[in-house]
């Protein structure tokens, strides 16, 4: 199978090229953006050595769903989506914080919550929670953009405090991101699942706050099965997850974390074969579609191809 392991086009137009993880974002005369979702996949930090087949299809049009799906809420800068990996939007200037909504106590908070703290980003959290636990009502907890090193956390006030974002835009966004996970939990309950936390990011462009780049992915998002969350609450079990996490799992259980001289097992084409079915397997159970397989042959090609075109219409 072919996927896409990086990309290199000059694309008419182009005034800037971005490598991230997963991501290859050029910029169009600063006007546009043009977003590549490689199959890529990262964990740990770490952008393991084989691509995963079909992985940044299953992400772009997750996030083109949902997108959509959310349109009536706040306007969001996708333009178009000219091939299932690819997502042309509109260049936006991006806040510098990303807001974090939580239903559940997981993840992280759960983490600063049985280290003994009650306050995370300014928001204090009830006491005598289990991991997992629904919150008495959803939390927004912000991070901030380190400069260098992971995404920290920083309370409302002092976000207006340090000027970060004013006043009236927070509050447009900390309103965007309520009705989004609202719309996100009832979404995800037709699916049988609990939208358990999630992120979205904001920017501004002509004077208008947009929702920029993906929403409600596994990569973004934790999910739980609905079914059985209250009995394995009751039991103390873990709770079964819709999320990358089985990556992971299979890293840990062949000696890697990331650490300093441990070794990426071998990614035999097995294993590459089993995570693109089990990103299949996300996608259908997110959306309650039947994924549709792209023609992988020459698939950059086919990408530069459509990206081109599209911009003919721009």
């Not at 703290?117 to 289990?130: F, I, N, S």
């Not at 991101?177 to 699916?191: D, K, N």
Request: aromatic residues 10%.
């Amino acid at each position: 199978m072919s996927a896409i392991k990086q990309t290199q086009f000059n694309f008419p137009g182009q005034t800037a090229f971005y490598k991230g993880k997963v991501r290859d974002v050029y910029t169009i005369e600063d006007k546009y953006l043009v977003m590549v979702v490689s199959d890529r996949i990262s964990a740990f930090d770490v952008v393991l050595p084989e691509p995963i087949p079909y992985k940044g299809q299953v992400l772009n049009q997750i996030a083109a769903t949902f997108l959509k799906a959310t349109s009536d809420i706040v306007p969001n800068w996708v333009v178009s989506v000219p091939d299932p990996s690819v997502t042309i939007g509109k260049m936006c200037e991006p806040f510098k914080v990303e807001m974090v909504i939580r239903g559940y106590l997981a993840g992280h908070a759960w983490r600063e919550y049985s280290s003994g703290k009650r306050t995370l980003c300014g928001v204090t959290m009830p006491e005598g929670l289990k991991e997992n636990d629904k919150l008495p009502e959803p939390i927004i907890t912000p991070t901030t953009k380190a400069a260098v090193g992971h995404d920290e956390d920083i309370s409302k006030e002092d976000i207006l405090a340090k000027g970060i974002v004013d006043a009236a835009d927070y509050e447009q966004m900390e309103n965007y991101t309520r009705a989004l996970y609202q719309r996100g939990t009832e979404i995800a309950a037709q699916r049988g699942l609990i939208l358990v936390d999630t992120k979205y990011e904001f920017g501004k462009a002509d004077g208008t706050i947009y929702l920029i780049d993906e929403i409600h992915t596994p990569d973004s998002s934790r999910y739980f099965y609905s079914d059985g969350y209250a009995e394995r609450q009751q039991s103390g079990e873990a709770q079964k997850q819709l999320s990358k996490e089985f990556v992971r799992k299979w890293l840990i259980e062949n000696g890697f974390q990331g650490k300093d001289g441990q070794h990426i097992p071998e990614m035999t084409p097995e294993i590459v074969n089993s995570i693109s079915e089990r990103y299949i397997e996300l996608y259908e159970q997110i959306t309650g579609e039947v994924f549709v397989k792209s023609d992988n042959d020459n698939i950059l090609q086919r990408v530069e191809s459509a990206v081109k075109e599209a911009l003919t219409k721009l």
